[in-house]
């Protein structure tokens, strides 16, 4: 049987967040890790207890949704709530992070991104996060991730 890395195991988490996003414009995970340890997740998604675009349609401004907090931001927001150091975390998001996202990350102290997707990669987030000397790394989702699973885990 196959064994799962530690980086597919991380970016799958990502994607079960992703699938928890209320805005459908993008479905979007974030997985704060450090020494291999999941110390944050987040999705994008309204502010807590706020309403859904599902539910109610986007909030646009400038062509942008405004409602919902990105996957990265909430993931970093919950260290800010209870207290999780960041400095030195890795992040797995399933998509390229925005230039709001990334000095975001760079803030935080987070010094590696995985990403799985490219999504609009903008120059100035590539620039950010070179300066401040952040690997950035591609780790693609495994999809038949089900495979891995075997008969013992349905017992
Ligand atoms: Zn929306
Ligand atoms: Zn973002």
């Known amino acids: 049987m196959e064994r799962l890395s530690w980086d597919h195991y991380f970016m799958a988490q ?21 020494d ?3 110390i944050a997740g987040g999705y994008n998604g309204s502010i807590a207890g706020g309403p859904h675009c599902i539910d109610e349609g986007c909030y646009m401004i400038d062509g942008h949704c405004v409602r919902t907090i990105h996957a990265e931001m909430n993931a970093i927001l919950q ?5 999780e150091p960041t400095d030195g975390a890795e992040i797995y998001v399933t998509h390229y992070p925005c230039v709001q996202c990334c000095k975001a ?7 590696t991104v995985y ?3 490219d999504y609009k990669n903008h120059p100035y987030a590539n620039e950010l996060f070179e300066a401040a000397n952040v690997t950035v790394k591609k780790v693609p989702f495994k999809k038949n991730i089900d495979k891995l699973f075997s008969d013992k885990t349905e017992a």
């Open 14 to 34: 990502s994607h079960l967040l992703a699938t928890r996003s209320t805005c459908e414009r993008l479905f979007v995970g974030a997985t704060i890790v450090r």
């Open 36 to 38: 291999k340890r999941i």
């Open 79 to 83: 260290c800010a709530k209870f207290g």
């Open 105 to 111: 990350i760079i803030q935080a102290g987070i010094k």
């Open 115 to 117: 990403f799985a997707k």
